[in-house]
């Protein structure tokens, strides 16, 4: 589906989320994915996701976040 999307030249994001138990554990539990499973994969998936889309609307405080990450 989503080859389709972008083989229409539709905007489609770089990451993706991987379908995953934990996130289900995690709504069961009412807890916050990244603070349940903070190394899973998935959670990883969500982080990169949060990067992509604020480097989107704003790639100043993008640059200024990957700073921080490295330091």
């Given at each position: 589906?989503?080859?389709?999307?972008r083989g229409e030249?539709?905007?489609?994001l770089a990451s993706t989320i991987s379908p995953s138990v934990?996130?289900?554990e995690s709504h069961e539990e009412a807890?916050?994915?990244i603070h349940l499973a903070t190394g899973h994969k998935?959670?990883?998936?969500?982080?990169?996701?949060?990067?992509?889309l604020l480097r989107l609307?704003?790639?100043a405080r993008?640059?200024?976040g990957k700073a921080r990450a490295v330091a």
């Open positions: 589906m989503v080859s389709e999307l030249g539709l905007p489609v934990k996130i289900r807890r916050p994915l998935v959670t990883r998936e969500f982080v990169a996701l949060h990067r992509e609307g704003n790639p993008a640059a200024r």
